[in-house]
């Protein structure tokens, strides 16, 4: 992996834990979940990084606003050695955005005490380098999975809400199967169901049906069995170009990782996990 780019998305991190404590401070958590590959790497020591932070409101979803939460996320912000350039919020009728975009101070100080010595060359990063965060929220999640709490140590402790793991599967693979990106491939998704599949957890099948039949993959009269999802998945692996997909993952990697999930990603080895899934619900 390029030196520069893992630095990145080392930065990057911590701008991602230094908004959740700010939103976890402002009692977000109350009545908003957690999810998606973000959730994986920081709250289950995911081997990837990821670029922004998903969230799943679970009450009063037809008031909210990331309004209230704007002041404690810039001032979280410069409190851990960033400096705001700029707070963009994105209204959706289901998935309200918030974009943060923040700038290193000059003094990179702020960032070494987080990384053993010699760990990364955090001086290589230039202070003025631009590092972006978006934040969505889903008002509409067909679910209503039971939140359960985590804990964050760093920057400092605080807790989050999240989903059961079988739950966080059952989205992930509805973006596995059914992901919308023109001639892309979101080879993060597929990434993040071998960490699923080699921590043998079962996934949700009857979350999976919900989302299925609210985006209009799946008819209301229809049931979505173990045999029906098998042979969804089969059709999607013969249909993907691996390659692609590995070229997104790649760059968000453990450097030692690489060449073995390269070799992970081809339709033959990705056929042979349609009798790994376990199910639940």
């Known amino acids: 992996m390029n030196t520069m780019r893992h630095l990145e998305n080392?930065?990057?991190?911590?701008?991602?834990r230094v908004i959740l404590l700010a939103l976890s401070r402002e009692r977000f958590f109350v009545k908003n979940a957690?999810?998606?590959g973000t959730a994986l790497r920081l709250l289950y020591g995911l081997r990837r990084s990821s670029e922004d932070?998903?969230?799943v409101c679970l009450e009063g979803c037809e008031t909210f606003s990331w309004d209230?939460?704007?002041?404690?996320?810039?001032?979280?912000a410069a409190a851990f050695g960033f400096s705001v350039s700029g707070i963009e919020l994105k209204p959706g009728q289901s998935t309200p955005k918030m974009l943060v975009s923040v700038m290193l101070r000059e003094s990179l100080s702020n960032r070494r005490r987080y990384y053993s010595h010699g760990q990364y060359l955090i001086d290589a990063v230039h202070a003025h380098k631009k590092v972006?965060?978006?934040?969505?929220?889903d008002l509409d999640d067909p679910c209503h999975s039971e939140p359960v709490t985590e804990q964050v140590l760093l920057p400092a402790p605080f807790l989050v809400s999240t989903f059961q793991k079988p739950d966080l599967f059952a989205g992930k693979m509805h973006a596995v199967l059914f992901r919308s990106w023109r001639s892309r491939v979101k080879g993060r998704d597929w990434f993040d169901m071998l960490w699923y599949l080699g921590q043998e957890i079962p996934l949700r099948i009857e979350c999976l049906e919900r989302k299925m039949k609210q985006s209009g993959k799946l008819e209301e009269r229809v049931s979505l069995t173990q045999d029906l999802f098998r042979e969804h998945y089969v059709e999607v692996c013969r249909r993907v170009n691996f390659r692609k997909a590995f070229d997104?993952?790649?760059?968000?990697?453990?450097?030692?990782?690489v060449e073995l999930v390269k070799d992970a990603f081809t339709e033959e080895r990705m056929l042979r996990l349609v009798d790994r899934f376990r199910f639940e619900g």
């Open 248 to 257: 997104d993952v790649e760059p968000f990697l453990e450097e030692e990782d």
């Open 53 to 55: 932070l998903d969230f």
């Open 132 to 137: 972006m965060v978006r934040l969505e929220i």
């Open 34 to 36: 957690f999810y998606g």
């Open 68 to 76: 209230p939460f704007l002041p404690a996320v810039g001032k979280s």
């Open 10 to 16: 080392v930065l990057r991190e911590d701008l991602q």
